[in-house]
């Protein structure tokens, strides 16, 4: 921050000059009393916009020739509010997809969704959006409990949504439905089985959701040092890594056209074509076209990447989706009757779905909340980092716990909303990196667009109407993004004999099943009444099936199993000594030949001189 501009504004908090992305903690300021702040600023145009680089934040980089350093704007420091506005719009767009995309894709068609009416997707995505910004001002406001020592909420721009984690679990719960008979089905005249809309499975994954956030409140209370043991990298980064691998197929197959029953590719009948043939340019699974647009979205993203400004880059996703959109929309892929249908103002429950708990779906959604906490610590410790408040300390472990908290208290609020488990975003630490604004009313102003967003149900209905080959292209990146998550987790790791040992196990049963989803499915034979007994087996057989699912419980148990003193060599050091081995065998046999009567280098000699 130049010197103008710290005159100016007297509390905006400056942090070191330094090459990398992170910020080095400053002394914490006291909380203003943001009406006080509000009404100083509200009457002056410095109050409005202050003393800010506009060209440098919006231009893209490579017409940039000079590059300063924007100035740092803390959690408490005084943002105008103009900037707070745009801030936190660019806050939403970062996070929209996000928020969407899991609702989008449990929702959907296909043998693991729920093959909702539209009417029943159009209020699940308001819903979302809602949710999200009413649970996000929760994380940033931060609450202490009375007469206690805990906190509800990190204090921090830290912003929630629907967590991908949901999304393999629900499929394969969903799957399990139908197979048994717990969602309809119908026999079409091609022999080609239609999955029918099951709200009720919505209910039920929403109520086992709401007992399973219990677990997770009551993890929070424990010290974030025995999380941390009971739950180490080792067993988080297998289980994102395996969640990213689990979800991207579906994604794949959106990009060649749908996951629903046209991926099949039957010769005749409804889903001879994708979407199906009632849709607008209908064409078979896997069309070049289709292709095409899943690559024009994947590729914008990639050169906004490389090219597009700090504003473009932390709404990379986003502004790839309507390049896609446009694109879809002038060759005709487009069905407008979503948006036409779509009522222009809406709320939560106007719509309900009967809420039970499903047997089968408890233990996938303990692990879903599982990833919850394994996510929200390592996405609150980037908070702090990037907003240059403590990452260690009693301060940080605060933190730590009130955000586990909010996170569990927040994901059984938003069953009641008719939304599925949420979880602290990780998107928007990038954008607090980029814009150098980790100020908590930008947060605030990101929530105010987000209700904005859902409760104009005409906006929330443009993603329904994307086609699935736009939504594939980004999702394809989105959850590689997962995938890379977890290994960027693993490569911390010492890799000692014990971590290979563990993550091999994991993703040998991980990767396996999620590869060959059937491979447990014939394993029981039952075909009694007992309908405990079903449940039960039922519940098994959903968990084996489901990758991330037996492939973390496998990482749990022999991380707890498995001696930390047994193979405690790590790759380099073993490395290391295969190459002093190769070298004392090398050496030795060199030692050897000198003594013989025909040394090397005379047998040598002497076989050329016969030649």
């Not at 984690?165 to 394969?172: F, R, V, Y």
């Not at 005709?332 to 106007?350: E, H, M």
């Not at 104009?456 to 995938?483: D, E």
């Not at 991980?510 to 309908?531: A, D, I, Q």
């Amino acid at each position: 921050m130049d010197s103008k501009t710290a005159q100016s504004l007297p509390d905006a908090e400056t942090i070191p000059t330094s090459t990398h992305t992170q910020f080095d903690a400053y002394a914490p300021a006291p909380v203003p009393n943001l009406w006080t702040v509000f009404k100083s600023q509200v009457g002056t145009k410095e109050g409005w916009w202050g003393d800010f680089d506009w060209t440098t934040m919006c231009m893209p980089s490579v017409f940039i020739k000079e590059k300063t350093n924007a100035p740092f704007w803390g959690l408490n420091s005084r943002l105008p509010l103009g900037l707070a506005i745009i801030m936190g719009f660019q806050h939403s767009l970062a996070m929209v997809s996000g928020v969407v995309t899991p609702i989008l894709i449990m929702t959907g068609s296909g043998p693991t969704a729920l093959n909702l009416t539209t009417a029943d997707q159009q209020y699940l995505l308001s819903a979302a959006l809602i949710t999200s910004a009413l649970l996000s001002i929760v994380q940033i406001t931060r609450f202490k409990i009375w007469r206690t020592g805990y906190y509800i909420g990190t204090g921090l721009l830290c912003v929630v949504g629907p967590n991908f984690a949901s999304i393999p679990a629900a499929s394969a719960v969903i799957r399990n439905m139908y197979a048994s008979g717990y969602c309809p089905t119908n026999i079409l005249e091609d022999g080609t089985v239609q999955n029918l809309p099951c709200p009720e499975a919505w209910g039920a994954i929403l109520g086992t959701s709401m007992v399973c956030s219990f677990f997770e409140m009551g993890m929070s209370f424990l010290p974030p040092k025995t999380i941390k043991r009971i739950f180490p990298p080792i067993v988080s980064g297998t289980t994102i890594l395996l969640i990213g691998c689990s979800v991207i197929s579906t994604a794949l197959k959106d990009w060649a056209g749908g996951s629903g029953g046209c991926s099949a590719m039957p010769a005749t009948g409804f889903y001879s074509k994708c979407p199906n043939i009632e849709a607008p340019h209908a064409l078979s699974w896997g069309s070049p076209e289709f292709l095409g647009l899943g690559f024009l979205v994947f590729a914008t993203i990639v050169i906004i990447e490389n090219v597009g400004s700090a504003f473009m880059k932390s709404s990379q996703i986003v502004i790839g989706l309507i390049v896609g959109l446009i694109v879809a929309a002038a060759c005709g892929y487009v069905d407008n009757n979503a948006i036409d249908t779509a009522p222009p103002i809406t709320f939560l429950w106007t719509r309900t779905f009967p809420i039970t708990v499903y047997g089968p779906a408890v233990i996938p959604f303990l692990i879903v909340y599982l990833d919850n906490m394994l996510e929200s610590i390592g996405d609150i410790t980037a908070s702090c980092d990037v907003s240059g408040v403590e990452v260690e300390g009693p301060a940080f472990q605060r933190r730590i716990q009130g955000g586990l908290l909010a996170d569990g208290i927040n994901s059984f609020l938003a069953a009641c909303m008719t939304i599925s488990p949420v979880v602290t975003f990780a998107q928007n630490n990038g954008v607090i990196a980029m814009t150098r604004c980790a100020n908590r009313i930008a947060g605030y102003c990101c929530c105010f667009f987000l209700l904005i967003f859902g409760i104009f149900g005409k906006i929330s209905a443009v993603f329904l109407a994307i086609p699935s080959s736009v939504l594939g292209g980004m999702n394809a990146f989105l959850f590689a993004s997962v995938t890379v998550s977890g290994i960027r987790i693993l490569a911390y790791l010492d890799w000692t004999r014990r971590d290979r040992f563990i993550v091999t196990c994991s993703l040998a049963l991980g990767l396996g099943v999620t590869l060959v989803p059937s491979w447990f499915t014939h394993v029981f034979k039952y075909g009694g009444s007992n309908e405990a007994l079903k449940g039960f087996l039922s519940a098994i057989e959903t968990i084996v099936d489901t990758g991330y699912c037996i492939g973390s419980l496998m990482a749990i148990f022999l991380n707890l199993v498995v001696p930390a003193e047994w193979g405690p060599e790590t790759v380099q050091e073993l490395e290391e000594r295969e190459r002093r081995e190769r070298d004392q065998l090398r050496d030795g046999f060199i030692h050897h030949s000198a003594n013989e009567e025909h040394p090397l280098e005379e047998l040598s000699t002497t076989r050329t001189i016969q030649a």
